[in-house]
């Protein structure tokens, strides 16, 4: 279907647009700064309510197309997209940029004051939003794109915003780690368009979906020849680099704990996985032999990177760095999902997205909370009994938590539940083999379990541990209202999660069609 209109450009156009115009009027006044995030936010969930409203109609599963696309020679078409496979994913894009583009408002003019207490010239809240919302749209861009050139396009877009937002407005030595994040994200990115360049060059087309149709463009194996598993390797390696799986995880702890919180907000739950559903996307239809040879190797990297970032995160002190290597884990699990090369494992993949992207940035924005209220508190040592003082926060922090421990009532359970679903229809015999997948499974979930819930107890339950943590009071503001909506979509998507399975399934059984 093609829609009567360009919605989709015009959903990841107007947020830039509107960016743009608040750093030339220079938006300072703290009603400008929440006019420009209301704005922000109210554009921002443009997208997300444009697929719910397809997923009411149930148009999802044959895919939606703009009508705003161009054929050129050798490079494909450029256009832009929404079928069951990204829904979710732009769902998720969607609902937490716009929840935090509200949130930003506060947090954002405390950090901006205590940067300037502390001598240094910060810039305004007009730059701020410019960048924050060309941000939110590249990764919007990202999800929606039908052609390597315009994914490539997006990728580099997300990394410059996000490098200046963590450089401008970070904590610690931000400099150095904005560009540490910089230099490896942009490795993986460059090692991806290598592996690009080669594909396209052989099969004259970047595409890796056909326009108007939107089916998958199939396996490229043969048309690369001996060349096909050197391209695989650096495509999966470009973007695992990018959503930090064990071995090549090493920029996300530093970049994601010191990144102002709204920032990591976005960059955890949203950028990461977005390289999952790129693996789905394009390297599993286009390399399926080579892929099924590497199955099991991808699913040992699967339980060892859920396991590792499980195990680290319950090490940690500061609750931004604990968030940061949980992010590690999780992304383990929508690895675990893509390993599977089935239709369920790789739809309970993608649903898992949309699960972590609610989750993680509820919790991020409770650690926020505790920075803007309680002086800067993130030591969870310092912490213990906020829910007495916090209480409608803790509620929404548990909710987060529920998320990442795959319980109800969040959509956790479902993501989980298809998950092992495909790792077990893979590996249901030998008897030992089965008895192997059941030990490290029940391992991994449990060090989930453990993370999220002894995490819990630590920071809200049990006794103050410290002066800050006996101060300060339930915040009525901002901050805890984008998070209640953020808590009202995974409530939701909880309950409605029917159409968006189903619609999962029927693109993700396509993708796996030449898989024998």
Known sequence: MILGGPLLWLSVILPVGAGLIAWLAGVETEEASRLAGGISAILLAIPGAIVAGLYAGGLVSEGVLD????????????????????????LGVSAVTAAVAAYSVRYMRVRIEEMEREGERAPGMGLYFFLYNLFAAAMLGLAMATNLILFYVFLELTLVPSFLLIAYWGYGDRRRISLLYFVWTHIGAVLLL???IYYGVKLGTFDYLRVPQLSPVGPVEAALGTAAKAVALLMSIGLFIKMAVFGVHMWLPYAHAEAPTPISALLSPNLIGLTGYAYARFVIPSFPSILLGWRNYLVALAFTTIIYGGLVALTQRDFKRFLAYSSISQMGYMLLGLATLTSIGIAGAMFHYLVHAIGKALLFMTAGVFITELHGLRDIRAMGGLARRYPLTAALALYGFLHLSGMPPSPGIW????ILVGLYRVYNHPLSTLFSIALVTAVALTVSAA???????RIFYGQPRSDLAKKGAEVRNVLVVSMFSLLLVGFLVFILATPLINSLMRVASLLVIHLV
């Open 67 to 90: 009508p705003f696309y161009a054929t050129f020679h050798r490079v494909g078409t450029i256009a832009l997209a929404v079928d069951g496979l990204n829904g979710p994913i732009v």
């Open 194 to 196: 290598t592996g690009i």
């Open 415 to 418: 993501s989980e539940w298809m």
């Open 451 to 457: 993370y999220s819930f002894i995490t819990m107890r």
